[in-house]
């Protein structure tokens, strides 16, 4: 009982000098009393307090380290611990302690709010490494960004579609592997059959079901002008005739099977 009183009585005493601003003494003191009470939570915690008035920032670093290792995941120490690493922009460390806070009190307001804080700039940071060490992009799939770049890009290249000669192949990349998909071996109509070559004709000849004339006119345009948005539509339908003319071939597929399952296993 001896022993508890001269503690709490030494610690009254820390306590003052903590509200006098005397800090340097504080400190002083505080070591030597907790050579006596060696595993006292409270001494220790007061010794941080004013490690960190004096800016002695690693010393109360260090010490509540300890003091994690000694009394575990207790409130008080790992606010202390995820403000400091929060300080000092340790963020990685800042956000384990803050996350440990939470579990123990959820209704922390702070903690929420720093953990999205810290979860955002890590994220932010890890986008950024990866940017800087990001490959270049195949020509397909830089085209298919351009739309989101909010300054005009210089426009690439004209290339030449001979949509009367060999079908042109286009790429595209799938979890499977790359899969080649060709135009119809139908060309579509010459644009100069046409009346007009504008943007609006394209698309109103798109949303009336007449790709290959739509086709056309955005070929004629692209090589007129470059732009990559009319490369993307010519991609887009040409993806769209494969994928009719595919749906056509599996119907057929799908007779012929059921020929054969009424036929039995004679096949004429």
Do not use: W
């Amino acid at each position: 009982m001896t022993n508890f009183q001269n503690e709490r009585e030494q610690l009254a005493q820390l306590e003052e000098l903590f509200q006098q601003g005397k800090f340097i003494a504080g400190l002083a003191q505080a070591d030597e009393v907790i050579k006596q009470f060696p595993a006292s939570f409270q001494l220790r915690f007061l010794k941080v307090k004013f490690l960190l008035e004096l800016k002695k920032d690693e010393e109360a670093m260090l010490l509540l380290r300890e003091m994690h290792g000694m009394f575990g995941d207790n409130i008080m120490i790992l606010k202390e611990l995820a403000d400091l690493n929060f300080q000092q922009q340790k963020l990685p460390e800042s956000l384990l302690y803050y996350k440990k806070l939470l579990f123990l009190n959820s209704f922390n307001t702070v903690a929420q709010e720093r953990v999205k804080k810290l979860q955002g700039l890590l994220e932010a940071g890890v986008n950024a490494k990866l940017a800087d060490t990001k490959v270049e992009l195949p020509a397909d799939e830089d085209l298919s960004r351009l739309h989101s770049v909010p300054s005009q890009p210089q426009p690439p290249p004209p290339v030449a579609l001979d949509l009367e000669a060999t079908p042109p192949q286009i790429t595209f990349e799938s979890e499977t592997g790359p899969m080649v998909l060709v135009a119809e071996d139908e060309s579509p109509r010459p644009a100069d059959d046409l009346n007009f070559e504008t943007e609006s004709a394209a698309e109103l000849y798109f949303k009336q079901g007449l790709y290959r004339e739509s086709l056309a006119i955005y070929k004629s345009l692209f090589e007129k002008t470059g732009r990559a948005d009319f490369f993307l539509k010519i991609k887009a339908i040409l993806l769209l005739l494969r994928t009719d003319k595919s749906n056509q071939a599996i119907e057929k597929l799908q007779r012929f099977l059921q020929l054969i399952q009424q036929r039995g296993n004679q096949i004429v």
